[in-house]
């Protein structure tokens, strides 16, 4: 099974950009649907973002519409997630694991998980 990771969290404060990288050393994540969740002190975990095998199908929080973009390079075997315009209220652990095929994030469940990676959006 996938051992996945997460990199590119930080402190930022609002209205900037973070971009979060999915990878998978050694395992190729070609052939997994992945999602991006995140969760904040105190609350559920929630599904933020998920993108197909082909890259052509993905989904979105309404929370997060307009401002995140999921993506793939898989040259790079590398499942992004491009976060601009950031609020305090994005602040959380963002995890990425791999999801059924067809998922969307109000459906999705996580499988093989990464450790997860910190973003603080604060001034």
């Known amino acids: 099974q996938p051992q996945l990771a997460e990199s590119g969290g930080g402190l930022v404060q609002p209205g900037q950009s973070l971009r979060l990288a999915c990878t998978a050393p050694?395992?190729?994540?070609?052939?997994?649907?992945i999602g991006w969740f995140r969760q904040a002190p105190g609350k559920e975990r929630e599904g933020v973002a998920c993108?197909?095998?082909?890259?052509?199908?993905?989904d979105y929080a309404d929370s997060v519409k307009g401002r995140f973009t999921i993506f793939r390079d898989y040259d790079r075997n590398t499942v992004y997630l491009q976060m601009n315009s950031l609020k305090p209220e994005d602040t959380a652990v963002y995890f990425c694991?791999?999801?059924?095929?067809?998922?969307?994030?109000?459906?999705?469940?996580?499988?093989?998980w990464g450790q997860g990676t910190q973003v603080t959006v604060s001034s």
């Open positions: 050694g395992r190729s994540l070609d052939y997994y649907f």
């Open positions: 993108i197909s095998i082909n890259g052509r199908m993905s």
């Open positions: 694991a791999t999801v059924d095929h067809g998922s969307t994030t109000a459906t999705m469940n996580g499988r093989y």
